[in-house]
């Protein structure tokens, strides 16, 4: 099960680090991604990484702004974000495929967190 966390109410130009952490399994072998879903759309990609690490794949609107990591000691992936805006206000939800790559579908993953609200006041 994964559970995401770090979500909350800041102004624009804030910052926060979200978190997701697994339950009963290790997330040092699956590709992770996050994902996220404004009020009234559909879900979208933000961000990517293989489970061998490397590169790691963003949403051309947070690039710059966002950064995912992983840290295998604590079975925890993160995404840290920087500069927000308004635009980035939604339900963020990590993703977690065994072997994965960094995938941007949603259906390549079949492992969900239940989301943590972001909301950027402007």
């Known amino acids: 099960q994964l559970v995401e966390s770090g979500g909350g109410l800041v102004e624009t130009g804030g910052s926060l680090n979200l978190s997701c952490s697994a339950s009963?399994?290790?997330?040092?072998?699956?590709?992770m991604g996050w994902f996220r879903q404004a009020p009234g759309k559909d879900r979208e990609f933000v961000a990517a990484?293989?489970?061998?690490?490397?590169?790691?794949r963003y949403r051309e609107s947070v690039k710059g702004r966002f950064t995912m990591s992983r840290d295998n000691a604590k079975n925890t992936v993160y995404l840290l974000m920087h500069s927000l805006k308004a635009e980035d206000t939604g339900v963020y939800y990590c993703?977690?495929?065994?072997?994965?790559?960094?995938?941007?579908?949603?259906?390549?993953?079949?492992?969900w967190g239940q989301g943590t609200e972001v909301t950027v006041s402007s």
């Open positions: 009963g399994g290790t997330l040092n072998r699956a590709g």
């Open positions: 990484m293989r489970w061998t690490g490397g590169a790691i």
């Open positions: 993703a977690a495929e065994p072997y994965g790559s960094e995938y941007t579908r949603l259906h390549e993953y079949n492992y």
